[in-house]
């Protein structure tokens, strides 16, 4: 069984300021790990993606997340917030072989303060 | 753009009614799956089609059902349409691990 739990349903952060968004997982086979995001009245945008090799995962957009199987968390980070990252963000796991299901978090909204 | 599309882009019905919802997936990629996104929730896992067979399926009663055709676009067929089936339901192609995502169908029931 799988599941993910993502703390914090708001982040506030002020413009130029780090982003930490938090992701916890629970995965009974090696999990791939994925955080998407999604703009309003759009669909899902992949950011970045673990897939057992480096731990450490760089995104688009300056996005970063590091796999820490002991913690098993899978955090997203960014260095300065920029307006345009004000969206909701989805942490999701999947594993093992056969249907890649995602099992999805229940997002985290941003919002960037000016 | 992921290249997977999805129609109509919204879709207003009547609880009782039936609803088609369709999805082209990504040149290349022999997986479609179905998500239900509820209003400030994450996606639900419906269902995975593999080369035209139902290949995994979530806590959704049979009344959610699904095809997937030879080019391997897919539709997800709805009956008997409840108040609760009103969400943004997404289709996701995929060849492993990573799903593309399209734009999402936002149904509504009244």
């Known amino acids: 069984a799988q599941s993910v739990t993502q703390l914090g349903s708001h982040v506030s952060v002020s413009e130029g300021a780090l982003v930490l968004l938090r992701c916890n997982y629970s995965?009974?086979?090696?999990?791939?790990l994925f955080w998407y995001v999604q703009y309003p009245n759009q669909g899902l945008q992949l950011l970045l993606k673990?897939?057992?090799?480096?731990?450490l995962v760089k995104g688009i957009n300056g996005f970063e997340a590091e796999f820490k199987k002991s913690e098993t968390s899978f955090h997203l980070t960014k260095p300065s917030a920029h307006m345009s990252d004000a969206a909701e963000y989805f942490c999701a796991v999947t594993g093992g072989t056969g249907t890649y299901k995602y099992i999805f978090g229940t997002g985290t909204r941003l919002k960037v303060l000016a | 753009e992921t290249g997977v599309t999805q129609s109509p882009t919204h879709l207003i019905k009547t609880r009782g009614q039936q609803v088609t919802l369709r999805c082209s997936s990504q040149s290349g990629h022999n997986t479609v799956s179905w998500y239900q996104q509820a209003l400030g929730q994450g996606p639900q896992f419906i269902f995975q089609y593999y080369r035209e067979e139902e290949n995994g399926r979530g806590n959704f009663p049979p009344r959610f059902s699904g095809l997937q055709f030879p080019n391997y676009s897919s539709e997800l067929n709805v009956n008997a349409l409840e108040l609760d089936d009103s969400a943004l339901y997404l289709c996701?192609?995929?060849?492993?691990?990573?799903?593309?995502f399209g734009p999402g169908t936002r149904l509504t029931v009244t």
């Open positions: 996701a192609s995929s060849l492993r691990e990573e799903q593309y």
């Open positions: 995965s009974s086979v090696p999990p791939y």
């Open positions: 673990y897939t057992s090799a480096a731990t």
